[in-house]
T-cell receptor, first 112, second 113 residues
Framework: RKEVEQDPGPFNVPEGATVAFNCTYS??????FFWYRQDCRKEPKLLMS???SGNEDGRFTAQLNRASQYISLLIRDSKLSDSATYLC?????????????FGAGTRLAVHP | ETGVTQSPTHLIKTRGQQVTLRCSSQ?????VSWYQQALGQGPQFIFQ???????GRGNFPPRFSGLQFPNYSSELNVNALELDDSALYLC????????????FGQGTRLTVV
């Protein structure tokens, strides 16, 4: 089983749609959680850290369910500019340090 | 901009050669991690350097090695290049080895022919 798994996608949605990405992780010792956005052939950019209480940043809402080892990202009112790959990342304790483990990413294509 | 810079941006090497990739971390960050991202995959952790010492390593062979310098910049060296080493190599800098928040450089795209 992979340490971090995401919906494979791609998701093709019209502008204005609401889209949800899911991510599960296997190690209950995971300490912190992130969503990154990656444009084609570019580096991942930190979109949001994910907190236990859930957090919102404009059209983006992230939620964490530690009991189910599940993270989600909701994008409301999708824009063409939201088209990208969304990577879920989990910070895993590894003996004196943490390492970031990424899912394979879910590609989103928003069309007019 | 993250303040993390990598060089070169693109590189073509022949199988069996050696390559050195460079990364300058964000000001105030003492931790650099390196990742390999193959096409269609998420970044895979190679290793992490904290205050000039390697303090963690992923599932990569010893021909992947690195250094961190007193100014916290870092190098990734790959010996005996294989075709499967073709990938985007990313470095990420963070303010601590717990990766409270990690910021990536633009990456080096390595092609091995």
């Amino acid at each position: 089983r992979k340490e971090v798994e995401q919906d494979p996608g791609p998701f093709n949605v019209p502008e204005g749609a609401t889209v949800a990405f899911n991510c599960t992780y296997s190690n209950s010792a995971s300490q912190s959680f992130f969503w990154y956005r990656q444009d084609c052939r570019k580096e991942p950019k930190l979109l949001m850290s994910v907190y236990s209480s859930g957090n919102e940043d404009g059209r983006f809402t992230a939620q964490l369910n530690r009991a189910s080892q599940y993270i989600s990202l909701l994008i409301r009112d999708s824009k063409l500019s939201d088209s990208a790959t969304y990577l879920c990342a989990v910070n895993l304790p590894a003996g004196g340090y943490n390492k970031l483990i990424f899912g394979a990413g879910t590609r989103l294509a928003v069309h007019p | 901009e993250t303040g993390v810079t990598q060089s070169p941006t693109h590189l073509i090497k022949t199988r069996g050669q050696q390559v050195t990739l460079r990364c300058s971390s964000q000001s105030g960050h003492n931790t650099v991690s390196w990742y390999q991202q193959a096409l269609g995959q998420g970044p895979q952790f190679i290793f992490q350097y904290y205050r000039e010492e390697e303090n963690g390593r992923g599932n990569f062979p010893p021909r992947f090695s690195g250094l961190q310098f007193p100014n916290y910049s870092s190098e990734l060296n790959v010996n005996a290049l294989e075709l499967d080493d073709s990938a985007l190599y990313l470095c990420a800098s963070s303010a601590d080895r717990m990766n409270t928040e990690a910021f990536f450089g633009q990456g080096t795209r390595l092609t091995v022919v």
